[in-house]
């Protein structure tokens, strides 16, 4: 009896110490991420290789058109119309706007068409560091990359990256991009 309660015991201290090992791997990995790309531009973004597998499945060819354009380089009108369409308060939230978030929630309530309530920072996680999807355990992931990306990145770097990466066609990827396609 007293034997198999130490076995017991045993295994669950190994279990607690692999969960705090993975949470440890999780969350400084995730901080080298954000902080990597606070200076180093993604070379590619988990949603454009998921992309690319779907356009081949689909018997086309891999296509990733992205041209990568500095904050300055960018448009001024661009940015003003990534922010009137996406995300109003952009400069005034930390990365989390509630109203639009409860006013999605409220409105997929009642609707078969979904309504989403992220901001450009939420989207920008996503589209750099997670797959596309609606899961609880995403958003929850899309929660701590928003918070860590508004606590590493500045505005201004969170609209340049956003506006690199975000899908503007099939394969096509970036302001640039779209303006040249």
Not at 136 to 163: N, P, Q
């Amino acid at each position: 009896m007293k034997r198999k309660r130490i076995v017991k015991n045993s295994i669950v201290r190994l279990l607690l110490r692999i969960v705090k090992l993975a949470l440890i791997l999780f969350v400084g990995a995730s901080l080298f991420g954000v902080l990597l790309f606070r200076f180093i531009n993604p070379p590619f973004t988990w949603l454009m290789i998921e992309r690319g597998f779907e356009r081949k499945a689909a018997g086309k060819e891999w296509k990733i058109d992205n041209d990568w354009k500095d904050f300055d380089e960018i448009s001024d009108n661009m940015k003003r119309a990534a922010v009137a369409a996406e995300d109003q308060l952009f400069l005034e939230h930390h990365g989390f706007d509630f109203h639009a978030i409860e006013k999605a929630i409220n409105k997929n309530m009642h609707s078969k068409k979904l309504m989403g309530g992220s901001t450009i920072t939420q989207q920008t996680a996503k589209n750099v560091f997670l797959w596309q999807g609606r899961s609880l355990l995403r958003k929850g992931l899309e929660a701590w990359f928003t918070i860590l990306i508004e606590a590493f990145w500045s505005k201004e770097r969170i609209m340049e990256v956003y506006l690199n990466v975000i899908e503007m066609g099939d394969g096509i990827y970036g302001a640039e991009a779209a303006s040249q396609a």
